[in-house]
């Protein structure tokens, strides 16, 4: 069996006194320690990281076995039925899959939805890039960040323009085009880093779960296993941060795009000046036109057609 397939994390709690007996021990094999953390050592099978809080991560083929020879009992960190909305410890710093939503409460523009792979490994260079609640950064932050981001995590995106928004809308309700487009992004990322798996997969949390897991039923290749589900995920881990930040930056480009392609600026949001905006696309090229900008079930179709032909 491929060795990458058998891939464990494992954590225990140790004493101070039993970290730094680690440390001298794997003396030969220390690397660059990470933020919090005491010590990172690697060898040939596992990587062992201490972090100050006394937890001890393993990581590896031989993670479970290299576990056994210090102090301490192992945390649980078994692999989720998904049934809990609660998480388990330390999963902030798990190598995880996480996925948001952008755009999808904007009357013009599209809906983007993006999965992101962050490992343990690559937590603190997250931080370094400044990779936070997307809702704390400014939207040029978004952009800076998005550039060097696309070029660090795995990831895979999937934006749904209005004309297909508007096309499939009156068979997805809200939310199962949301499960729907959640469940294709994760369904490519995992296939794109197979055979490595991740450790959890956490979305931001936009119905309950049961709600999402009878919408996922219809879909032709669910993701079922491992998953988690937060309201406001990313403050709960990087990943879904990263997916975030990626979204934003890919909707706010959209934006650009189609304000250029008609020649006065297409804002986001649902209110008065898109009313305004849509107004004006509309005595462009009547519904049509609009069409291929908004989400036309919005009830800012009727407030526009008021405005343009009043």
């Not at 999963?91 to 599209?110: H, I, K, Q, R, T």
């Not at 809702?135 to 660090?152: C, E, F, N, Q």
């Not at 934006?159 to 992004?185: C, E, G, S, W």
């Not at 480009?253 to 509309?282: N, R």
Request: glycine fraction near 6%.
């Amino acid at each position: 069996m491929d060795g990458k397939n058998m891939t464990q994390s494992i954590t225990i709690k140790c004493s101070l006194a039993v970290i730094q007996k680690m440390k001298a021990t794997y003396q030969d094999n220390l690397i660059k320690t990470p933020p919090y953390a005491i010590f990172s050592a690697k060898l040939p099978k596992v990587t062992i990281t201490a972090y100050q809080s006394g937890k001890v991560l393993f990581q590896g083929v031989t993670a479970e076995h290299e576990s056994r020879n210090w102090q301490g009992e192992p945390t649980q960190k078994k692999k989720s039925s998904g049934t809990t909305s609660d998480l388990p410890e330390n999963f902030a710093n798990w190598s995880v899959v996480g996925s948001d939503e952008v755009g999808n409460g904007s009357y013009l523009g599209p809906v983007v939805v993006c999965a992101t792979y962050a490992k343990t490994e690559t937590l603190p260079l997250l931080k370094e890039l400044g990779v936070k609640d997307s809702k704390m950064l400014t939207d040029p932050m978004i952009r800076k960040i998005a550039k060097d981001l696309v070029h660090v995590v795995p990831f895979r995106q999937l934006i749904v323009t209005p004309n297909k928004y508007n096309a499939i809308q009156p068979d997805y309700n809200v939310n199962r085009m949301k499960v729907a487009l959640h469940n294709q992004a994760l369904h490519l990322l995992l296939q794109d880093i197979s055979p490595e798996k991740p450790e959890g997969i956490l979305i931001d949390q936009f119905t309950t779960e049961k709600s999402y897991r009878n919408y996922l039923k219809r879909e032709p290749n669910p993701v079922t296993n491992n998953l988690y589900f937060k309201t406001k995920g990313e403050q709960y881990h990087l990943s879904v941060a990263a997916a975030s930040i990626i979204c934003r930056a890919t909707f706010l480009d959209e934006l650009d795009k189609a304000s250029k392609e008609l020649g006065f600026l297409v804002p986001s949001g649902a209110g008065i000046k898109s009313d305004q905006t849509a107004a004006k696309i509309l005595k462009k090229g009547g519904i049509t036109l609009l069409n291929d900008y908004a989400k036309l079930h919005f009830a800012n179709t009727e407030k526009a057609k008021k405005i343009a032909f009043r």
